[in-house]
């Protein structure tokens, strides 16, 4: 079946990079997803890439796709403390985008 | 503009009892999706609506859990006979169109975070 698996934690210091990492396994998949998750508030959406695509830059996230392993990576450059959340790799399935989301990477930022 | 509101905010009950949970779409999505998340994990999927009807429930856990959008915006999530195991955040999700991210981006409401005593 449909799952998604994650690292549980991550802990980097206030301005170098941070790489989370995910794995999926419905390589049927249109689209992978990269959300955030803060204490007290709902998830947004930092960014998404098509099957088709290798890699997608947008600002300071960069997003890897290796489509043989069923492997995708969010980088972030320069972390800063504001980073600081949980961070939820999705796949979608279905031709309706029912997503199916990993346990979430927490991503601690220290001076 | 508004974005996707869920009410209340925070619901505890008894076991054994009824809840419903509200869920108010951004104006004019067509989609929408339920997702409940517990304690250290991530959303599951529980059920999708395409306008009124449910086009996939299979995430529906059991027959406790009932969901309607009647008009084709504003959803309930229906829970009975309630189980401590139900504890949860629901999470309520609508896009403009499902096909895909883009248009297909799915807006998260705040939750409703349910605990059963």
């Known amino acids: 079946g449909e799952d998604v698996e994650q690292s549980l934690f991550l802990s980097v210091r206030e301005g170098d990079s941070s790489v989370i990492n995910c794995t999926y396994t419905?390589?049927?998949?249109?689209?992978l997803y990269w959300y955030k998750q803060e204490p007290g508030a709902g998830l947004q959406l930092l960014t998404y890439?098509?099957?088709?695509?290798d890699m997608k830059q947008d600002q300071r996230l960069t997003v890897l796709l290796n489509k043989k392993d069923k492997h995708l990576s969010l980088r972030i450059a320069d972390t800063q403390t504001g980073d600081s959340a949980i961070y939820f790799c999705?796949?979608?399935?279905?031709?309706?985008?029912?997503?199916?989301f990993g346990a979430g990477t927490r991503l601690a930022v220290h001076p | 503009g508004a974005g996707v509101s869920q009410t209340p905010s925070n619901k505890v009950t008894e076991k054994g009892k009824y809840v419903e949970l509200r869920c108010d779409p951004i104006?004019?999505?067509?989609?929408l999706y339920w997702y409940r998340q517990s304690l250290g994990q991530g959303p599951e999927f529980l059920i999708y609506?395409?306008?009124?009807?449910?086009?996939?429930d299979s995430g529906l856990p059991n027959d406790r859990f009932f969901a309607v959008r009647p008009e084709g915006s504003v959803s309930t999530l229906k829970i009975q006979r309630t189980e401590r195991g139900d504890s949860a955040v629901y999470l309520c999700?609508?896009?403009?169109?499902?096909?895909?991210?883009?248009?297909?981006?799915?807006?998260f409401g705040p939750g409703t975070r349910l605990t059963v005593l």
């Open positions: 999700a609508s896009s403009l169109n499902p096909l895909g991210a883009g248009e297909g981006e799915q807006f």
């Open positions: 419905d390589s049927s998949s249109t689209y």
């Open positions: 890439i098509f099957s088709n695509m």
């Open positions: 999705a796949e979608s399935s279905g031709g309706y985008n029912k997503l199916i």
């Open positions: 104006s004019g999505h067509t989609a």
């Open positions: 609506f395409q306008g009124t009807g449910a086009a996939d």
